[in-house]
């Protein structure tokens, strides 16, 4: 068994507990979403129709709902309790949101008709799929030709620390993927053009705790099969505590987050076998 393999039950329950405490953590979340919104200045649509895939608490569809007024939005998440936030929020934001779909599924298999969207948004979800080219096949299908598949990801530096102070012979970090890969995986799902890049975070706390403590405010958990079972005494903590002190950097312990951005577009029919691939393009950020 790969012990890397997601438990989307566990994902699923880990975000319902975290609907009440998500938003005052999701620092990181907040400024990846507003990146992502601010890409739009540059690729000129006008979608009719969009998914927001993996929407959390739905601050994503009111930001894209301002943002493109005339679009139905549908809200889809793995977690119902995030899609009851969203639909409590909703009553204040009438003027903005106010054609709302809301859809319980996981984007490896959407409930959605095949080309019936002009946009797919994903912030910070993909991590969670086990087959991300079934994912992105899902998204190809959804997607109407020549439509725009936008979306964020981590990438394998984030909470490296986390990673290397622990080593206790069980997963702690999820396996997440490679840019250069993510792209591959994108052609192979016959997208055409992809763009990607990647842009590090960092997040600091004055100790263990406050980073554990963040990451449980937004469910996300360790969902990895090869996770330990049961309750960590406490040997782990302290051993814990001890092995991310090396990275301690004036007077606070780091949280790593690489971020990788990206955006692709639906071919405007399907092409041919002997069609050429569409060249990826990697952009480096200084």
Not at 50 to 79: E, R
Not at 209 to 217: A, F, H, I, N, P
Not at 242 to 250: A, L, P, S
């Amino acid at each position: 068994m790969d012990a890397y393999v997601i438990d989307k039950a566990r994902v699923r329950a880990s975000f319902e507990r975290a609907v009440n405490t998500y938003d005052a953590s999701a620092v990181l979340q907040k400024q990846v979403r507003n990146e992502m919104l601010s890409r739009f200045d540059l690729v000129k649509i006008k979608p009719k129709s969009i998914l927001d895939a993996g929407c959390g608490t739905g601050h994503g569809s009111f930001a894209l709902q301002k943002h493109f007024k005339q679009a139905d939005i549908i809200s889809l998440d793995i977690a119902l309790g995030m899609l009851q936030k969203t639909n409590a929020l909703q009553p204040l934001l009438q003027k903005i949101f106010t054609n709302k779909q809301l859809i319980c599924a996981d984007i490896e298999r959407l409930p959605i008709a095949n080309a019936s969207m002009d946009l797919v948004w994903t912030n910070l979800a993909l991590q969670w799929c086990n087959d991300l080219d079934a994912a992105f096949t899902e998204v190809a299908r959804v997607l109407q030709p020549n439509s725009l598949f936008m979306f964020s990801t981590f990438g394998p530096d984030t909470l490296k620390e986390l990673r290397a102070a622990t080593n206790n012979g069980h997963t702690h970090v999820s396996r997440f993927i490679d840019m250069h890969d993510i792209g591959d995986a994108l052609t192979r799902a016959g997208f055409s053009a992809p763009v990607l890049d990647v842009e590090h975070y960092t997040l600091t706390y004055d100790n263990v705790k406050g980073v554990m403590t963040d990451l449980k405010s937004i469910g996300a958990h360790n969902a990895t099969q090869g996770r330990a079972r049961g309750l960590q005494g406490k040997g782990f903590l302290q051993n814990l505590t001890q092995n991310y002190e090396q990275f301690r950097t004036e007077g606070k312990l780091p949280a790593t987050f690489e971020v990788i951005y990206g955006h692709a577009w639906t071919r405007e029919s399907k092409p041919h076998l002997e069609d050429d691939v569409s060249p990826i393009t990697f952009k480096k950020r200084k």
